[in-house]
């Protein structure tokens, strides 16, 4: 059974033309005019997109004493609500846990998953084990990411030594490193000041992570891959001096990646302000919304290339979880969700605003990613032979954001309220629609787990320019005598 889709505007990172889109067997197998298949859907009106791929999600994360609400179903049903058509997941290790056995656990999970999924593995702990497996994530199980947190001292931070050594094995085993970029030893200084001061709501959250803390853990991090040879990839970007950091970085010729989240780049600071405590808490995430600037900033690297992807970092928690940091800031749970709106609140606030061009949205909610994460053409192209991972986006189509009538399992929206204007028509996952307008035909468990083979370009350019600059000894020919 064949699929045609006609009549739209197919829009890419680099192109915009009218053509038909055929596909077989999950498959696009031509593009042109006049095609032909079993199957048509109409897309007079609409841009034929590669599906968005967001490549930071925490889908029933472990966390703060709870797990995340969305699960690989849930959380795959929303994104592909909203055009996404693929996700990557973070394998979080135990302290002392093998990560070939927690990524047991999480291959479990994803199972039920509704579209195509990948993990980026962890390093939550080091030593000879961790260093050992790492070789066989990356060959064996085709994992080619490893997280590091900067923060959450006493859980998940790793520290400068352990960074240096994990982004050495990664240089050597063609991986990439992601941090999570916040000083975690001060944040957790100025949490401890703040409750004392009596300062407990979540405004203590925000307060406590300013944006220099995340400025200066940027700047370590790349400092540190720098000397280690590696790439480096920056997730949830929120502020000017993290993005200063990378900007400079990559003036300098390093290899490194900046992630802004739908949520900074359109929500503020002043969230954490209301008087409503459930208001506030619902949107506790780390880093936190920052101001106006800082907004602009984000939204000026991605027009500009400095910064290449949009993700939502989505880690859901509904009120109830929330309500556990009740009279103290540092437990609630920190997280938000975003799949099922990353996609048309950047459309609206970004194409239909003139501060992003449709090409541009293609770049950095699909193919930039697809690139960088070594998937792409595979994903994140509409070219013969790509997965028809394809939204069909109607500029036209308008809703408001609610709780509502959302996919997520949480009972708030973060963006209630917000008009969207630009929504898909049709998501399809590997040749099956799962989205037609506002009906749901999701196949649990279609999605599969997609393979990530190692980087050779980037990281044998990095290790050939190490090699050729490493420090040498200056043979002489004669030694002096030692002064006396
Ligand atoms: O607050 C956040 N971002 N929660 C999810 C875990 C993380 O730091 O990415
Ligand atoms: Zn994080
Ligand atoms: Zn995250
Ligand atoms: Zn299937």
Redesign the pocket.
Known sequence: MSTVIKGGTIVTADLTYKADVKIDGGKIVEIGPNLSGDDVLDAAGCYVMPGGIDP?V?LE?P?MGTY?ADDFESGTRAGLAGGTTMVVD?CLPDPGQSLLDALKRWDNKSTRANCDYSFHMSVTWWGEQVFDEMKAIVEEKGINTFKH?M??KGALMVNDDEMFASFQRCAALGALPLV?AENGDVVAAMQTKLMDEGNNGPEGHAYSRPPSVEGEATNRAIIIADMAGSPLYV??TSCEQAHEAIRRARQNGMRVYGEPLIQHLTLDESEYFNKDWDHSARR????PFRNKQHQDSLWAGLASGSLQVVAT?H?AFTTDQKRTGAGDFRKI????GGLEDRMPMLWTNGVNTGRLTMNEFVAVTSTNIAKILNVYPKKGAILVGADADIVVWDPKRAKTISAKSQQSSIDYNVFEGKEVVGLPRYTLTRGVVAIEESTVKTREGHGQFVKRDPFTAVNKALSTWKEITAPRKVERSGIPASGV
Do not use: K
């Open positions: 930071h925490h994360m966390f995340s973070f947190f923060a959450y999570h997730v949830h506790v995430m780390s880093p970092d880690c749970p920190n997280g938000t």
